[in-house]
């Protein structure tokens, strides 16, 4: 099986405003549908520049001064500075009319995050990082913040859950739209049995096939049902190798829960 973390690392990209020409850059969720920001307007981007390479992946407004992203989407806290959050805006990277880049102030990773490595595998445990902008996002046309699910709050089994993000599409076709897409809770009991113990109680799994998964990019984003965020996209595999579902951090957790929450107050 592969299972990769989700986000995307471009080389040879100078800056987060510089011309976009890869497809990994600026491609999408497999299937679904192109959506605007005015339907999801918690949506963000979460760019780390690197002196070659750029970082791409989702987050969320979970207040007008805090985001919600992956914890492997994110560089040590003492380089906070390489952080880009782009807001109020559908377009990759866009500003302007449509859209605006916010620096970050601050950023803190889950305490028990860790990366797991295994031959072609790669997961996130407790994947979830929060981060402190360095000015508020007020709420507009354009911008608002995200519920977090109350801690053991999970979402049901069986149930419709949307997420969007700008990650990789079918054949890496470019495409610098937001794109969201629904999919099913699986059980967790399914979840284990497919990925055994690589997947653990703080993730939970949802459907995934060629036709329809989130992928590289969508790293970060949420699992959402209305304006409740269940879950932060964490690892799969796009859809293309069985077991055919995708793995997120689970907000429920209490664990992950009140990281959160403290966060929002603390940070």
């Known amino acids: 099986m592969l299972h990769l973390l989700l986000a995307v690392f ?44 750029v970082a791409t992946c989702g987050g969320t407004l979970i207040s007008t001064t805090h985001v919600l992203t992956a914890g492997h989407c994110v560089p040590s806290p003492k380089d ?20 605006r880049m916010v620096k970050a102030k601050a950023l803190r990773p889950h305490p028990k995050f860790t990366i797991i490595r295994n031959k072609d595998d790669e997961y996130g445990y407790f994947d979830v990082a929060v981060i402190r902008l360095q000015e508020a996002v007020l709420p507009s046309a354009k911008t608002s913040t995200i519920a977090i699910t109350p801690a053991r709050a999970e979402p ?17 076709e470019i495409s610098r739209k937001l794109r969201r897409a629904t999919f099913k809770v699986i059980s967790r009991a ?8 690589a997947f653990n109680a703080q993730e939970f799994c949802i459907t995934s096939g060629p036709k329809s998964a989130f992928c590289s990019g969508d790293s ?4 959402f049902i209305g304006n409740v965020q269940y879950g932060v ?18 907000l429920a957790d209490p664990q992950i829960n009140s990281f959160v929450r403290n966060m929002m107050r603390t940070l």
């Open 156 to 172: 049901k089994d069986g149930a419709n859950i949307e997420v969007a993000g700008w990650g990789i599409y079918r054949r890496q």
């Open 220 to 223: 970060g984003g949420p699992a």
């Open 10 to 53: 471009v080389l040879g990209a100078a800056s987060a405003s510089a011309a976009v020409s890869n497809p990994f850059l600026d491609s999408k969720i497999i299937g679904g549908t192109t959506t605007h920001v005015d339907d999801a307007r918690f949506m963000v981007q979460v760019i780390t520049v690197g002196t070659t390479d």
């Open 80 to 99: 906070v500075g390489k952080l880009r959050i782009f807001v109020g805006t559908s377009d990759y990277l866009g500003q302007g009319k449509n859209g």
């Open 190 to 197: 399914q979840c284990k049995m497919d990925f055994g113990n």
């Open 233 to 250: 996209v964490s690892w799969g595999s796009c859809g293309k190798e069985k077991p055919s579902a995708s793995v997120l951090a689970d």
